[in-house]
């Protein structure tokens, strides 16, 4: 079991900057991948970004392509997503997720453990 707590939401204008931080303490040894997801009011959650632990191999939606980045730290237990260039768009809750499975896909019913999520608002 695996434990995941998000900081760094806030609100920020169109063209600025936030990073997310995801935190992940219990059983982290067995985490295949970490990723970021976000839902807007009435909508399903979609993937942002997600990193396999450990390596530099990471995945992003089209939306956020050039404009956000996954990284984890040394422990590779603790994942951001530094995001740039927002728009309103960009204004959901953001989730971190992990999974311990043997495939890493964007796809929300795959993944095990989430976070609370932070809420990112971006005002034009």
């Known amino acids: 079991q695996v434990q995941l707590v998000e900081s760094g939401g806030g609100s920020v204008q169109t063209g600025g900057s936030m990073r997310l931080s995801c935190a992940a303490s219990?059983?982290?040894?067995?985490?295949?991948?970490m990723a970021w997801f976000r839902q807007r009011p009435g909508q399903e959650r979609e993937v942002v970004a997600y990193?396999?632990?450990?390596?530099?191999?990471?995945g992003y939606a089209d939306t956020v392509k050039g404009r956000f980045t996954i990284s984890q730290d040394g422990s590779k237990y603790t994942a951001y997503l530094q995001m740039s260039s927002l728009n309103p768009n960009d204004t959901a809750m953001y989730y971190c997720?992990?999974?311990?499975?043997?495939?890493?896909?964007?796809?929300?019913?795959?993944?095990?453990?989430w976070g609370p999520g932070t809420q990112v608002s971006v005002s034009s």
């Open positions: 997720a992990a999974n311990f499975r043997s495939w890493c896909r964007p796809v929300a019913g795959e993944w095990d453990s």
């Open positions: 219990g059983d982290t040894s067995q985490m295949r991948c």
């Open positions: 990193v396999f632990v450990g390596t530099t191999s990471t």
